[in-house]
């Protein structure tokens, strides 16, 4: 098995992987104009076939010693949010992923699950250039970044193999407006100490901050200032009385009205069953989303680009146009199993009712059908673990429910199908689009 790379933050991330999960794959760098002239996409993994992915790089060189469910992830939520930023790492623009990196990692240590993954090596090979090329007071901006940077390259088994990253050490001087005596003497740079401007400018605002804060201090210790604080506050309670008393004046006794003109209390309407509860909360909890299969095709009479279908959904069937035409054949969508939305409002389209709306994967001209998982059958219902299903039975049209999820619904470069990074799932696995790596969902 050889692994052939070249100086690339992809190509870097994978061989770093090749020795900390001892792969064994041998090494070849290959310089620029030389896989150029071979016609080669680096990094590039040689084993039975040729690998050209790196996400698929990266867990080949794992299954070697099956330290898959460590770096790559225990469970599937965890393997989908590392495929995500192993490809937000190979497609976002430096900048903007070290931007992203600075708000994940504010409240975390890696970026995936408790210890270290591959996530976190392909990140770090992006960041790394691009914190060298940064001066010490830019770097300071991306403190979190630094931190992690700074615990990454310093693990067992990581310290020789990542590229260093320069972490910039920021001296403290006390100001010279808070300390008295010689002291002062002791705590001023020698003479032959240059500052650059920079320094020279914050030293300069610590100062004149330091100085305004220790002047309010002793204008707070002086007894006169402490007596007219105390004379405002008495002041202002003693004015303050009056009002309150002239205001309950103002109230007087409330009359009680007879028994027999109470105003009746109007009954509460119910709630119709076609609306959402008020409660905020998540976007998703609110769609019904299940698992039908397609049991009859024809072209809509009236529109060239629209099919009509029968749907069965286990505990009822229903009519449902799609605009697939061009993209599947009727053969090829009658008997299929698909995922309908199936709490939107009916609709007509050209003079046909739509009871549901059939879910496609969509990537740059490319439109397929969402996939449910082997096993599944009419009626069963997808959820994304950790948001509760709360839906009406029919999604209003004001509170754009079904817009909103769509924002956050995506393609993972496994091909399954996300909300926020968290896999849509049955009882019997995630859904997936068959082709896609990427894409938009509706």
Known sequence: MELLIDNQPASIAAGVVNEYARANAKNIE?????????????????????????LSILTTLLEVQRVGPILYGANSIEKAQTSGWVEAANTMPPKEFI?????????????????????????????????????????????????????????????????????????????????????VEELKAPPSHKLNP??????????????????????????????????????????????????????????????????????????????????????????????GRVEKVWRHPEADRLFCETVDLGAEKRTVVSGLVGHITEEEFTGKLVVLLANLKKSKLKGVVSEAMVLAAKNEGTVELVSPPNGSKPGDLISVEGIPFTPSRILPEKKKYWETATKSLGISPEGVIIYRDLPLRTENGPLVAPTLRAGIIS
């Open 198 to 291: 920079e320094d020279l400018a914050h030293r300069k605002s610590t100062d004149e901050r330091s100085s305004k804060r220790s002047s309010i201090h002793e204008e707070f210790k002086s007894p006169k200032e402490k007596k007219a604080k105390e004379d405002k506050k008495k002041a202002q309670e003693e004015t303050k009385a009056p009002q309150e008393k002239k205001k309950e004046e103002n109230k007087g006794p409330q009359e009680k009205k007879p028994k027999g003109e109470a105003k009746p209390q109007e009954k509460k309407k119910p709630a119709k069953a076609e609306e959402a509860p008020e409660e905020g909360g998540d976007a998703f909890q609110y769609l019904e989303l299940r698992v």
């Open 99 to 183: 931007s992203l990196l600075e708000n994940k990692l504010l409240t975390r240590t890696f970026l995936v699950s408790n210890h270290i993954t591959i996530a976190d090596i392909a990140a770090y090979a992006v960041i790394q250039p691009v914190i060298l090329s940064l001066s010490n007071s830019e770097r300071l901006q991306y403190v979190c970044v630094l931190r992690w940077a700074s615990h990454l390259q310093s693990l067992p088994g990581l310290k020789e193999k990542l590229p260093h990253v320069p972490v910039p050490e920021r001296s403290f001087e006390v100001p010279h407006a808070l300390v008295k005596g010689p002291a």
């Open 30 to 54: 290959l310089s620029k104009v030389a896989a150029k002239h071979l016609k080669l996409k680096l990094p590039l993994l040689v084993k039975d076939s040729t690998i050209e992915f790196p």
